[in-house]
């Protein structure tokens, strides 16, 4: 079968990529990595990359734009504001040949499929935040794109409507046969949309995998500490990692030798009043810096005084017990075991 995207991408940003028809990819990285650079240059838009495309087999890197059958929705939805909902939707369609009536059919069809028939008339200021994100996200999948390119569509709203206007692209990306890819900073949005991970870092890629792979083994401090993992990097050696501070962590399995990311979950991270005794391998001493309620559990964060920063998930119970409180002094401790080392 061919793929749905067959890309190569030079410049700020350097990529390579084989999507398949029906597959969902978020991109992934810090800020100013390459991301939203990266799916300019696929869009074929103006910027510090270009990149040469084939969609279902077909060499569209030479095409504008609006010919390469591609669905692009910005962060802002970049909606026409003097355009109604239902004229910002038949937009794409009049320029794919379709009649004035064909288009305003069609948009108003895939309005009521998102649930926003009653927006038709207004215009984008007459809208909620995610009522313009649905309606880009409608005017994007109206032509029929053989590549959709999403650019943070959730990240300016609130989290109430941000829960559904992803329930609402989860619903519209299981059928949709093309090529996907969503920039996000949110971990939710990866693992909840992507069948894949790409993650980017200075331009470059360093990760690309399922989203369970990339969560087991990040590749990246960054990513890690998305997930909500503790990350350090380090060199490895025969009696484990040497992080930059000097500290050493061990894990269960010898460390591979070279620059290795070690990823710890807050799990597996133990605190005590006194100096533990048992079978916990790497400790060292800390204050608490800050108690944070995640549900039934808490997030305490600890600053080092003779180990790396760490944060440590417990129940509320266990942090009663202890008295955890801004300024305790504390001991950490981590089983090897619970210490994930990836030669990078």
């Not at 990149?51 to 077909?58: E, F, N, P, Q, Y």
């Not at 993992?229 to 380090?234: E, F, K, R, V, W």
Request: glycine letters at 12%; proline letters at 7%.
């Amino acid at each position: 079968m061919t793929p749905a995207l067959v890309a190569r991408a030079e410049g700020l940003v350097t990529a390579r990529l084989t999507v398949a028809a029906g597959e969902v990819i978020a991109v992934v990285g810090p800020n100013g990595a390459g991301k939203s650079t990266l799916l300019r240059a696929l869009a074929g838009l103006p910027g510090p990359a270009r990149a040469a495309v084939a969609i279902d087999g077909r060499d569209v890197g030479a095409l504008p734009p609006h010919r390469r059958r591609v669905g692009y929705v910005p962060q802002d939805g970049a909606l026409f504001p003097h355009l109604t909902a239902s004229r910002n939707v038949a937009y794409g369609l009049r320029g794919r040949g379709l009649s004035r009536r064909q288009a305003q059919d069609t948009a108003r069809e895939w309005l009521d499929r998102l649930g926003l028939s009653e927006l038709a008339g207004r215009r984008p200021g007459q809208m909620s935040g995610g009522q313009q994100q649905r309606v880009a996200l409608a005017r994007a999948l109206a032509p029929e794109p053989r590549l959709l390119l999403l650019d943070e569509p959730l990240a300016a709203l609130d989290v109430e409507t941000r829960t559904a206007v992803r329930h609402t692209l989860r619903r519209h990306l299981g059928p949709y046969d093309g090529a996907c890819l969503l920039v996000t900073h949110d971990p939710v949005d990866a693992l909840s949309l992507a069948d894949r991970m790409l993650v980017i870092e200075a331009g470059a890629v360093v990760q690309d995998a399922p989203p369970a792979e990339v969560t087991r083994a990040p590749r990246s401090a960054w990513v890690a500490r998305m997930l909500g993992l503790n990350a350090y990097a380090g060199q490895g050696g025969s009696d484990g990692v040497r992080l930059a501070d000097g500290h050493l962590l061990a894990g269960a399995d010898p460390a591979p030798r070279g620059p290795v990311l070690v990823t710890v979950h807050p799990d597996h991270v133990t605190l005590h009043r006194e100096r533990p005794e048992g079978s916990e391998r790497n400790v060292w001493r800390g204050e608490v810096a800050e108690v944070t309620g995640t549900g039934t559990r808490l997030r305490v964060s600890v600053h080092g005084t003779d180990g790396p920063d760490v944060v440590a998930e417990v129940t509320a119970s266990a942090a009663a017990e202890l008295g955890l409180g801004e300024g305790l002094p504390v001991w950490v401790g981590v089983k090897a075991t619970g210490v994930v080392l990836t030669a990078l």
